[in-house]
């Protein structure tokens, strides 16, 4: 992590456009159902209000298409904000133009104000360089403190930084340092898990992670497809049988590169993907015609717990079943709270991960985990991040 941090600049008095990620769930009322990603932000906001700084800050909030939407609409987080803060957080109602333009030459040193959604403007998630010209235009400094869409090379993301000097947030900064370091600098033994439904969506990271780990864990409904590479009938379970070659070339280089490479040896099974339906638990050689693994089962659990143990970094993106379901969460459970225990340093990324160690209740335990679901699988891949690389370097 070699960029520029909020704490290498000096803020006082200068106008901050800040890119969060508030891209938060909202219900039919508009109010903030899980305001984890606005928490997250806090200690940047904090920071430069601190600092002197007036802060404007710039979100997306789900998928507007380019038009104004009244569902999309950031309103309701501006006083969402406002609660949290301890001070009034100024709205405007759009992002760019005179009503933007007028809500920034308000601000004093050390007040907030939010811009409405940027992607009421199909400029922006074409990174359209007028569009971003003008987003800079409000401020003397950018910040970046949305990991979560780092993986994107959008107006407001990287656009900007063409117009203005660009530092990373605090979220952001923490976010790079804990993956970065992970994946070069690891203490090992280092052991990654991945599980999650597709092969297809994880290719590149498990092909990158073979060329760093120790271990490698595979669980979940891709699993399936590595079993059926090994001569495994997989009954009715999800299959890529597109991606059975792959698997093979997989594996193979897993024993290349001496990767102790880790599938599930038994399964919870049943005949539908239903919460109710009747399940039982069998080695992987005796999954019937008309039956669908849902979970790993206890041995494979067990296996999984000893390498899990025994590692000094542990990175886990991808659930090992349908945790959704209580019948088919205890093969996810047991290797939650086996990262948890461990240790060593934890990761956790991934939207399904996340959700799991929080229904586990064992996210406090975690070394950290990631706010970017998109954007920390294409760092584990090794992809170079438009909205990381695009900020100012250190030196």
């Known amino acids: 992590m070699n960029k520029k941090s909020v704490n290498d600049a000096e803020v006082r008095g200068k106008r901050v456009l800040v890119r969060v990620d508030f891209n938060v769930p909202l219900d039919e009322q508009g109010h903030i159902t899980n305001d984890k990603r606005i928490q997250a932000a806090l200690p940047t906001i904090l920071h430069l209000i601190r600092e002197g700084a007036r802060v404007i800050l710039a979100s997306h909030l789900g998928r507007p298409k380019g038009k104004v939407n009244p569902k999309y609409s950031l309103e309701p987080v501006a006083k969402h904000l406002s609660s949290q803060l301890a001070q009034e957080i100024s709205f405007a109602t759009d992002c760019v133009g005179d009503v933007a333009m007028e809500a920034v030459n308000k601000l004093q040193d050390g007040q907030v104000l939010l811009l409405e959604n940027?992607?009421?403007?199909?400029?922006?998630?074409?990174?359209?360089?007028?569009?971003?010209?003008?987003?800079?235009?409000?401020?003397?400094?950018?910040?970046?403190?949305?990991?979560?869409?780092?993986?994107?090379?959008?107006?407001?993301?990287?656009?900007?930084?063409?117009?203005i000097p660009a530092v990373c947030g605090l979220l952001m900064q923490k976010e790079v340092e804990f993956m970065g370091n992970a994946l070069e600098h690891p203490e090992r033994p280092f052991v990654a898990i991945i599980g999650g439904a597709k092969v297809s969506d994880k290719i590149g990271v498990i092909d990158n992670l073979l060329e760093k780990v120790d271990a490698l864990i595979i669980g979940g409904g891709m699993a399936n497809t590595f079993l059926k590479a090994q001569g495994f009938n997989v009954g009715k379970s999800l299959l890529e049988e597109e991606k059975v070659e792959l698997a093979k070339h997989l594996i193979e280089k897993a024993k290349t590169?001496?990767?102790?490479?880790?599938?599930?040896?038994?399964?919870?099974?049943?005949?539908?993907?239903?919460?109710?339906?009747p399940?039982?638990?069998?080695n992987v050689s005796e999954i019937g015609e008309d039956e669908m693994a849902l979970d790993i089962g206890p041995a494979s659990a067990g296996k999984f717990e000893a390498l899990v143990a025994a590692a000094r970094t542990v990175i886990w993106n991808g659930p090992m079943g349908v945790f959704e379901m209580d019948a088919f969460a205890k093969g996810t459970e047991r290797v939650a709270q086996a990262v948890a225990a461990c240790g060593g340093t934890t990761i956790v990324g991934g939207g399904d991960s996340v959700a799991a160690v929080e229904k586990m209740s064992v996210a406090d335990r975690m070394t950290h985990i990631s706010t970017g679901g998109g954007a920390s699988l294409e760092f584990l891949e090794g992809k170079v991040l438009p909205g990381v690389a695009a900020l100012q370097d250190k030196g």
């Not at 922006?124 to 007028?130: I, R």
């Not at 399940?279 to 069998?282: A, E, G, I, M």
């Open 118 to 163: 940027v992607r009421f403007h199909a400029e922006e998630e074409k990174n359209d360089p007028a569009f971003a010209k003008e987003l800079a235009g409000l401020a003397e400094l950018f910040v970046n403190d949305a990991f979560g869409t780092a993986h994107r090379a959008h107006a407001s993301t990287e656009g900007v930084t063409h117009y």
């Open 257 to 277: 590169k001496r990767v102790k490479l880790e599938l599930p040896i038994d399964v919870v099974v049943a005949p539908a993907f239903q919460a109710d339906a």
């Open 279 to 282: 399940h039982r638990t069998v």
